[in-house]
């Protein structure tokens, strides 16, 4: 079997994706990876004032419903050389926190299970010994032969009725499902539990943004007034109410996704050997105590990890223009340059120019370009990034919480160092990150109620409302580490307005296509590393690997009609 697997669309991400697999024999030979949509949001923010770019740039993606403001917010302060107030470095940590633990548990049940648990199977499953089960895991109350007998009766209703709803078009019996009946009905019943958890977690994003998908932000600090006596602004009764969601954030990741993940995994060791891809990490680091101009202060360190060396951690620098560059050599966009050149961001052009093949086809032409997304390299190297890559920058650094699950959770799947690198560990270590972050909540909120007890309530800093105190000419930075990685934004400032804006997000680091030195990206290299195929026709082997990565495509591709026309105007008044 020397075919092409096409699977197109990857299911269960955002976004569009096609994976091409090349294969020899059963396994997976060369894997490419194209992302089929087109953006442009950079070519809408030029000329655009800078303190208004958040709320473009949020709207590259519909999930990402945060990062990008954050990043976006940050470039400008970055440029202007302003800092933002310590309550608003706590709020907004809470908030890309909560971003974390809301996604991270989203995609783990309703993104990435389904590739591991078997939905048809939990129907005959036995409720006492899935209660046995799930008791022996954790002590979360909703653990009862009751509990998972109404939920095995909703499930029998979706299969009765003719139809599996939202359990639709999957490979259900294939044999690379190990999990028992009982562990399946388990984790469908945790699936449907987090849909209802999630709606209230996400109440958060609303309590200091307004609003939830794409809450407000502000370059400056947040939108989040404080006065504990105001029915307007953040009083009393909200600040118990972030207690409250951050205590069942905190509960749902202790009692049901932490012991699920390890109860799912044991059953899954050898994926512990496959999917390692590059084994180069890049971690751009967040979460700081005391602002972005401090990164001592980070809860998550900044560094690169290359070929799997935790002893040495590379500096990162964002504004020297060789180490990170983007590439099109395999890419529908041109450089006035040539196609063959890197372009720092600050230097970054967005240039479409669509040559592949007219659809329907059957293969893409990967000799040419192949993809919407760009190719990023640090230093000419392709690099991970996500959760797997902070985690091992963490582990690096030794903080101690993440030694200790890390260390827990290969003593007990019983599996050696080497599995960190691999489609499991990239799995795992999303769970981990974010018990520590949920943890790290808490740490928060306790400093900005201790603040605002002291008489500090100031969330802005007016100096950056002030265009007459800005340079003529100015450039920044402005990163975050979201769910699904290093996601930065650089501006370019002439005359109080945009000249230049370019995002490079996570999945374009992850999901690009080769570079010109034929270089793989980290789907790809992932894929080619380890990969037997039980059926082409149900490729569940590759949406391992794939969803092991969180896909979010509209992030990733850089709006404009097939012949580059405007589509919509968009004043601001």
């Known amino acids: 079997m020397n075919e ?58 519909g999930v990402c419903t945060l990062v ?20 608003a470095q706590l709020i907004r940590n809470l908030m890309i926190g909560a971003q974390y633990i809301h996604d991270h548990v989203m995609h783990f049940y309703h993104l990435h299970a389904l590739d591991w648990v078997d939905v048809v199977s939990a129907l005959s499953a036995d409720p006492k010994a899935t209660s046995d089960l799930a008791q022996s895991l954790s002590n ?3 653990s009862s032969p009751g509990y998972f007998a109404d939920m095995q009766k909703k499930l029998k209703t979706f299969v009765e009725g003719g139809q599996l709803g939202i359990f639709a078009k999957a ?6 499902y190990k999990l028992p009946p009982e562990a399946n009905l388990m984790a469908v019943a945790h699936y449907l539990e987090a849909l209802a958890w999630q709606r209230e977690v996400a109440k958060l994003h609303a309590i200091f943004g307004g609003k939830n998908p794409h809450p407000n932000f502000l370059v400056g600090g947040v939108p989040s007034p404080i006065d504990l006596n105001s029915d307007s602004a953040i009083n009393s009764e909200r600040l118990a109410q972030v207690q409250d969601l951050i205590d069942q954030m905190r509960t749902f990741v202790d009692q049901v996704y932490v012991p699920d993940t390890l109860a799912i995994a044991g059953f899954y060791k050898d994926w512990g050997a496959r999917g390692e891809g590059l084994g180069n990490f890049l971690c751009y680091g967040d979460f700081p105590e005391k602002g972005m101009n401090d990164p001592s202060s980070f809860l998550i360190p900044a560094g690169v990890i290359l070929d799997r060396d935790l002893s040495t951690l590379h500096e990162v620098d964002m504004n020297a223009a060789d180490e990170i560059q983007e590439y099109v050599a395999h890419s529908w966009y041109d450089y006035s340059g040539g196609k063959e050149q890197g372009l720092h961001p600050y230097d970054g052009e967005t240039n479409l120019n669509y040559t592949g093949p007219q659809p329907p086809y059957e293969h893409l032409d990967v000799t040419q370009g192949y993809s919407w997304l760009k190719s990023p390299r640090w230093k000419g190297k392709p690099m991970e990034v996500g959760p797997l890559a902070r985690v091992l920058t963490l582990y690096a650094k030794g903080h101690e919480q993440t030694k200790e699950l890390v260390d827990m959770t290969l003593k007990t799947l019983d599996v050696p160092t080497r599995a960190l690198f691999s489609t499991l ?20 909120y306790d400093n900005l109620i201790a603040n605002i007890k002291a008489g500090d309530s100031r969330t802005f800093n007016e100096q950056l ?9 100015a450039r920044g930075v402005g990163y ?38 034929g270089q793989a990206g980290a789907y790809e290299a992932a894929l080619q590393d380890n990969h037997q195929m039980h059926d082409p026709a149900q490729p569940i082997e590759i949406l391992r690997t794939i969803h092991s990565f969180d896909p979010c495509i509209a992030c990733a591709v850089h709006v404009t009609d097939p012949d580059g026309g405007e589509l919509v105007q968009v004043k601001i008044r």
């Open 140 to 142: 979360y109350p909703k």
């Open 68 to 87: 990008h403001g954050i990043a976006s917010v940050r470039a400008v302060e970055n440029a202007l050389g302003y800092a933002i107030p310590p309550n």
């Open 465 to 473: 409302w002030d265009p007459s105190s800005w340079p003529s000419t």
């Open 171 to 176: 490979y259900w019996g294939h044999p690379a």
């Open 4 to 61: 092409r697997i096409v699977v197109d669309p990857i299911t269960r991400i955002e976004g569009h994706l096609r994976i091409e697999a090349q294969m020899d024999g059963d396994r997976i030979a060369e894997a490419y990876s194209s992302g089929t949509m087109v953006r442009g949001i950079e070519l809408i923010l030029r000329g655009r004032d800078p303190r208004d770019a958040w709320a473009f740039a949020q709207r590259i993606c």
């Open 480 to 517: 975050t580490e979201a769910p699904r990685g290093g996601l930065a934004h650089w501006v370019v400032i002439e005359d109080g307005r945009i000249a230049n804006y370019q995002a490079v997000v996570p999945s374009t680091w992850n999901a690009g296509p080769r570079d010109p030195q």
């Open 425 to 444: 560990g990239r799995t795992a270590a999303r769970t981990l990150e974010t018990k520590v972050i949920a943890d790290a909540m808490q740490t928060w």
